[in-house]
Each structure stands twice: as C-alpha cells, then as structure tokens.
C-alpha cells in the first residue's frame, strides 16, 4: 500500500488519516512534542489503529520539511485562536470571570476583617 493511501488530503493544511476525523498534528504533537510512543497514542484516540499511527509518523520522517511546516502553522493557528478568545471571549466565559473577581474580592475583604 502507498504511504499516502493512509491519508485524506483534505486541503493544503488539513491532512486527516483515512476513514476519521483525526488530523496528523494531533498524532505528531503526541509523537514529536509528548515524546509518547505509537503504542500510547493509539491510546488518546477512538477509532485509529497502531498501523495508521505508524504510517502517519513514516509520512513525516519522509516529508519532514514539509510536514514540520505544516505542524508550524497549525500550532502557530492554534496560538492566533486562543489570543482571539482572550480578547473578546464569549458572554459566558467573561460572566465566569467577573464571578470569579467577584468571589475573589469577597475572600480578601473577608481575610483583611478577621
């Protein structure tokens, strides 16, 4: 079987393995950053194989220049995302703030009167 037979190539920066909704920079950010081992990482995901966990880290270690970039952009994507959020987070998440300054200035009021 062709290495690439493993995979969908959905666009330029969505690669998933065959039959799931499993990107490869989810099973390489276990692989390249957790250090975990194939055998763990089939651990961490329903409905994937030891056979494509393999197959994913062999299309790296033979496209590494381009699959490193394609890991770059998306951890880069990732950090652009999460910026946003703390900018302008959702309704609930800044009610969920303000309750927590809220409970926190209560304990300290409370701590500065005892």
Known sequence: MELENYFEFLSEDDIRLKGTR?????????????????????????????????????????????????????????????KKQQLNPHPAIARLQRLRQQKQQLTQEKASVS
Not at 39 to 45: A, G, P, Y
Not at 48 to 76: G, M, P
């Open 22 to 82: 499993v990107g490869i920079e989810s099973i390489l950010y276990e692989y390249i950053y957790k250090q975990r081992p194939p055998e763990e990482i089939i651990k961490h995901f329903s409905g994937i194989t030891l056979e494509q966990v393999y197959a994913t880290v062999l299309y790296y270690l033979h496209n590494k220049e381009t699959v490193s970039k394609y890991i770059k952009d998306w951890l880069e994507w990732g950090h652009q995302q999460r």
